[in-house]
């Protein structure tokens, strides 16, 4: 993304009309410059009106990433983090996996506006437009080694799902292992990503990408069915949403690192989309399993009761998805 593209939408986020002359006079550049910003910005999902000797105007402008602003909202707890935003990067999970592995700090938090290689769970893309998707990545730090953070994602689901129910959100719900719904579309996902020592201690880099505004035109090239937070009742202030996430996420990650998945596993077993609902699980490289899911074990494993007995089910390669009928 041309770093000029974000400034002139910068500049247009009253929602007012701006001639190309004025923007350009105010970044110093040329008309022609402007041009081609505002033509990129519609590339990447931002609608600029542009009107014949009135100029450029955002009908609905975004609420662009503010590390301090994200501070005020967090309050007390701001100590716990430090927050940075940036326009452009590749996945932020890539570039905080860097710091961790130089001893970054625990509680860094990446934020980007736009992210060009995002990347989901089993080496899925994760797309987002500019402005549209509140996109960071939390590094934290256990002294525990890797095996012991199976449940971690589960434990995340539930804070975001809590965040945005704190703001409005109605029928969230959580699909075991990382991804969060609004009635049954796809609202966000989490990918973690652990380094460290067997047996610890282990730096975490939390992933999550939640859609705010999803313009149509990126929802028409997605190939699931996919929502956002304006459409769940959480509203469209991306910063007020990452304080909400981090406010949880600052409770539950001390809670997790102290007690385990376990005493968390009933609320998630609230929030879960599939209880009890007739599932097939897909192994990845064996045939799928069909069954019923009854609930996650201590340590974050998904529970099935198959007609061949009840099995246990980690993350990795393993997806599922609810079925019709009994399976």
Do not use: C
Request: hydrophobic share 45%.
């Amino acid at each position: 993304m041309n770093p000029l593209t974000l400034a002139t939408l910068r500049l247009m986020g009253d929602g007012a009309f701006h001639s190309g002359e004025e923007v350009a006079a105010a970044l110093g550049v040329t008309r022609a410059t402007i041009w081609n910003a505002v033509r990129e910005a519609g590339e990447l999902g931002i609608e600029v009106e542009s009107v014949r000797g009135r100029g450029y105007r955002l009908d609905d402008p975004p609420v662009w990433l503010d590390a301090a602003a994200v501070a005020k909202l967090l309050g007390p707890r701001a100590r716990r983090f430090h927050v940075e935003v940036v326009e452009h990067v590749d996945s932020t999970n890539s570039a905080l996996l860097k710091r961790a592995e130089a001893g970054g700090a625990p509680g860094t938090v990446l934020a980007a506006e736009l992210q060009s290689a995002g990347r989901g769970r089993r080496g899925r893309s994760w797309a987002s437009g500019l402005g549209g998707a509140l996109t960071f990545s939390l590094l934290w730090r256990f002294e525990q080694g890797a095996a012991a953070l199976t449940g971690l994602s589960l434990v995340v689901g539930i804070a975001v799902a809590r965040a945005l129910a704190s703001l409005g959100a109605a029928d969230v719900r959580l699909k075991w292992p990382n991804d969060i719904l609004h009635q049954g579309r796809k609202l966000g996902g989490i990918l973690i990503e652990v380094r460290g020592d067997a047996l610890g201690p282990t730096a975490a880099v939390i992933g999550i990408g939640l859609n705010v505004r999803m313009p149509p035109a990126l929802e028409a090239r997605i190939d699931q069915p996919v929502t956002d937070a304006v459409q769940a009742g959480a509203g469209g202030d991306r910063n007020r949403l990452l304080a909400a996430v981090l406010q949880e996420l600052a409770e539950l990650l001390d809670a997790f690192a102290r007690d385990g998945f376990a005493p968390l596993e009933p609320e998630y077993r609230r929030w879960h989309a599939l209880q009890d609902a007739p599932v097939l699980v897909n192994l990845g490289d064996g045939k799928p399993v069909r069954g019923h899911a009854r609930g996650t074990a201590d340590d974050g494993a998904l529970i099935v009761e198959t007609s061949e007995g009840v099995r246990r089910f980690h993350g990795g390669e393993v997806s599922l998805r609810a079925v019709s009928g009994e399976g």
